[in-house]
């Protein structure tokens, strides 16, 4: 039982953590990098994505954050920086 709900609490923290990646990327990409010629790159979401996970990977030391919950925070900054590109681009 207690097994069980802490593996539900560790998906629950990968998928707030993988929103909020989300989230702060695509902001910060249509703020921030709006006059960034660079930003419209197409390695942008993969360097965004990288950078995530290597922020996130020393928190796999406390005991409900995994490998997995690291490459969903990185898929999650990635995502939202192809997003913010693509608002970027279509002019919102």
């Known amino acids: 039982m207690l097994?069980?709900?802490?593996?539900?609490?560790?998906?629950?923290?990968?998928?707030?953590?993988?929103?909020?990646?989300?989230?702060?990327?695509?902001?910060?990409?249509r703020r921030r990098l709006r006059f960034v010629d660079a930003a419209r790159s197409p390695m942008t979401p993969i360097l965004a994505g990288g950078l995530a996970l290597l922020i996130a990977a020393p928190f796999?030391?406390?005991?409900?954050?995994?490998?997995?919950?690291?490459?969903v925070v990185g898929l999650g900054a990635g995502l939202g920086a192809k997003s913010g590109v693509t608002a970027i681009r279509r002019g919102e």
């Open 3 to 29: 097994n069980t709900l802490m593996r539900l609490l560790a998906i629950g923290i990968a998928g707030f953590g993988g929103i909020m990646a989300f989230g702060f990327a695509r902001g910060f990409v």
């Open 60 to 71: 796999t030391m406390l005991p409900l954050v995994t490998g997995a919950t690291v490459a």
